[in-house]
């Protein structure tokens, strides 16, 4: 019984670590590649919001992520592309948001 509420505890603990992220994590393999470009094509309605694609990483790969359609969480959002960023060797990748 004492094993399992241990697991529980660290379970929950990784669960809100998780939540808790700031929307940004560190690459140590180098800078992406440059980003990919293709037609957009047609919204899927009135009110949908592009938003670009980006490179992630996979293990030991770069993923590029493709871009999509959105909706605006409310009527005068607007969104902020995310980025990666060199900081003392490591680049950093901001996520893209609502603002």
């Known amino acids: 019984m004492k094993k399992l509420l241990s697991l529980s505890a660290l379970l929950v603990a990784a669960g809100f ?3 808790a992220g700031s929307g940004v994590y560190v690459s140590h393999y180098g800078p992406p590649p440059a980003p990919r470009y ?7 309605g009135p009110g949908y ?3 670009e ?5 996979h ?6 992520v493709t871009g999509s ?4 969480p409310h009527p ?3 969104w902020v592309p995310g980025y990666w960023q060199d900081e003392h060797g490591h680049h ?5 948001y609502w603002r």
């Open 17 to 19: 670590s998780g939540c």
């Open 38 to 44: 293709g037609v957009v094509g047609v919204a899927p």
């Open 49 to 51: 919001v592009w938003t």
């Open 53 to 57: 694609g980006y490179w992630d990483r």
């Open 59 to 64: 293990g030991n790969n770069w993923v590029w």
């Open 69 to 72: 359609w959105r909706r605006p």
């Open 76 to 78: 005068h959002a607007v």
């Open 92 to 96: 950093r990748f901001h996520h893209g």
